[in-house]
């Protein structure tokens, strides 16, 4: 399970740090694709293809389906990580994620990662942070 938050550096060659935590978990290889809200998902490759297979099974009919898939299976890279444990992240991820300086925040996200620029994460997270904006989104979850 991937939880926690971590600051990474981003170098000139987009290569990001995984947190050491995590890296055994990605050790068979990954997948790093866009993500909603504007940030990047890293899958370890039996989570993708867990994802990957309920995808396959929406129905072709259907808009929203074929929007999703293409969403998920035109913005996704196979990566693996390195001896120092970074991965590369691809040019168009960085662009569409913002992660354009020489940082990033690593978010455990359950069954994969989340990769957010710090100015979004920053925006994003304030809301989490108000007790009556956070009830708000936990409204008919049944939680």
Same mark, same amino acid.
């Given at each position: 399970m991937f939880t926690g938050e971590y600051r990474h550096s981003v170098d000139e060659k987009g290569r990001v740090a995984v947190p050491i935590r995590f890296r055994a978990d990605l050790a068979?290889?990954?997948?790093?694709?866009? !993500?909603? %809200?504007?940030?990047?998902?890293?899958?370890?490759?039996?989570? !993708? %293809?867990?994802?990957?297979?309920?995808?396959?099974?929406?129905?072709?009919?259907?808009?929203?389906?074929?929007?999703?898939?293409?969403?998920?299976?035109?913005?996704?890279?196979?990566?693996?990580?390195?001896?120092q444990g970074r991965l590369v992240?691809?040019?168009?991820?960085?662009?569409?994620?913002?992660?354009?300086?020489?940082?990033?925040?690593?978010?455990?996200?359950? %069954?994969?990662?989340?990769?957010w620029s710090p100015d979004r994460w920053r925006a994003y997270s304030a809301g989490m942070d108000v007790p009556e904006v956070l009830a708000q989104h936990l409204q008919g979850l049944g939680i």
């Amino acid at each position: 399970m991937f939880t926690g938050e971590y600051r990474h550096s981003v170098d000139e060659k987009g290569r990001v740090a995984v947190p050491i935590r995590f890296r055994a978990d990605l050790a068979g290889g990954a997948m790093v694709s866009k !993500w909603i %809200d504007g940030c990047l998902a890293i899958f370890p490759r039996d989570a !993708w %293809d867990q994802l990957a297979s309920k995808a396959s099974n929406l129905l072709v009919t259907d808009a929203s389906a074929r929007t999703f898939q293409r969403f998920l299976y035109g913005n996704a890279f196979e990566v693996e990580l390195d001896r120092q444990g970074r991965l590369v992240v691809p040019a168009s991820l960085r662009e569409y994620s913002g992660l354009t300086g020489d940082a990033a925040v690593v978010v455990g996200s359950f %069954d994969h990662l989340e990769l957010w620029s710090p100015d979004r994460w920053r925006a994003y997270s304030a809301g989490m942070d108000v007790p009556e904006v956070l009830a708000q989104h936990l409204q008919g979850l049944g939680i």
